[in-house]
């Protein structure tokens, strides 16, 4: 009599559930590598320029306690002549707490036992946990992306960079109408740079302001970022006989990674991010915003061990299912002590692409 070939408990791929669970969890690492891998150059470049310089930290209530106070803007350094007096600064602000805690993110990653049964070996069932891993890892970061260029909607939510660089609301449990100097630095190009005739001239307006006001203390800011349209009006807006490259080479590897290049204005980069958009402002009329960030004065901490974490791989038997579960997390937050370090131009001449 012929034999029966059953291919999940024989012939197949793995011998029992037991053979599976070890294969799957030794190798949740591995996917997990390659989701980062695979998906962390396509996301925003604002937002992949903060990530790659995050720290870790353990996961905890009160995540992050920093000490904030306000500008030392009466603490004046002054000379001594040869009798050694001085006067003592009347700059007296209390030191306050502000307070992060961490957001977590998942997202599921499901094994159909009949996708296992029809393997005949370990690589197939690599090729299906490849394809989804892929897909959604893609979809968590874009997430994690729309998250961070934003303002948050709850407290369950990352922080965005809106949330840092705003001027009302409550950021690190700090309410900003109660500490009026725990915010971010925005500008109107219409009604704060005066009547610019190029676009690139109200921009430099902006950075010499800023300078002006809070750049003594903090400095330039490292970059700039805006949406595509606006970067379009930008440098639409140099004439012949000005110095600028529109056309750049982009550098394709093969991860797909590029290397995104901008222009300076008033001795700033300002680069293009394709997660950015420009805005109706009324009647038609397009503008978009320029955010400046200072990268001395903007962090991202994961939160330990939930940097990029898959959990180990369970039977979802009791729920009825012929699958098997694992758990994608990244956890951590977005945060600053300094949020008035960072710059937005807002309201900046734009076009509808």
């Known amino acids: ?81 040869t009798s050694g007096n001085f006067t003592i600064n009347d700059f007296n602000a209390a030191t306050v707490n502000a307070v992060f805690e961490p957001a977590v993110m998942g997202n599921t990653i499901r094994l159909n036992e009949f996708e296992i049964a029809q393997a005949d070996s370990p690589n ?34 990352f922080y965005g960079i809106l949330d840092v660089v705003g001027i009302s609301g409550v950021f690190g449990e700090l309410d ?19 009547n610019a005739s190029n ?36 440098i639409e807006s140099f004439t012949p006989l000005e110095r600028y490259n529109v056309g750049h080479v982009a550098e394709i590897t ?23 958009s420009p805005y109706d402002a009324g009647g038609g009329n397009y503008v978009g915003d320029i955010i400046y960030l200072n990268l001395n004065n903007i962090h991202f901490s994961f939160a330990s061990p939930f940097s990029f974490y898959t959990t180990e791989w369970q039977p979802e038997y009791i729920n009825a299912k012929l699958s098997w579960l694992s758990v994608f997390l990244i956890g951590g937050q977005l945060w600053s002590e300094r949020p008035k370090a960072h710059l937005v131009i807002k309201g900046v001449p734009s076009m509808n692409l």
């Open 1 to 81: 009599m012929a034999t029966v070939n059953i291919p999940f408990l024989t012939g197949g791929a793995f011998q029992d559930s037991a053979q599976l669970k070890r294969f799957l969890d030794t190798t949740r690492r591995n996917f997990i590598a390659y989701a980062v891998a695979q998906n962390l150059p396509k996301i925003s470049p604002m937002v992949r320029l903060i990530l790659e310089r995050a720290d870790q930290k353990p996961f905890q209530a009160a995540f992050i306690v920093q000490p904030v106070y306000p500008d030392l803007a009466s603490a004046n350094p002054q000379y001594l002549d």
């Open 124 to 157: 197939k069932v690599v090729n299906e946990l490849a394809i989804k891993v892929s897909d959604i890892g893609l979809q968590t970061f874009a997430k994690l992306t729309n998250d961070l260029i934003r303002s948050r909607t709850s407290d369950k939510e």
């Open 176 to 194: 900003r109408t109660t500490y009026t100097w725990w915010v971010g630095t925005q500008y109107s190009y219409a009604t704060d740079l005066g």
């Open 199 to 234: 676009v690139y001239q109200g921009i430099e307006r902006g950075v010499n302001k800023y300078m002006k006001n809070v750049g003594n203390v903090f400095g330039l800011p490292s970059c700039g970022f805006t949406d595509y349209a606006t970067f379009q009006k930008i």
């Open 254 to 276: 093969e991860v797909r990674e590029h290397t995104v290049k901008g222009v300076i204005v008033g001795g700033v980069p300002v680069f293009p991010d394709p997660y950015l």
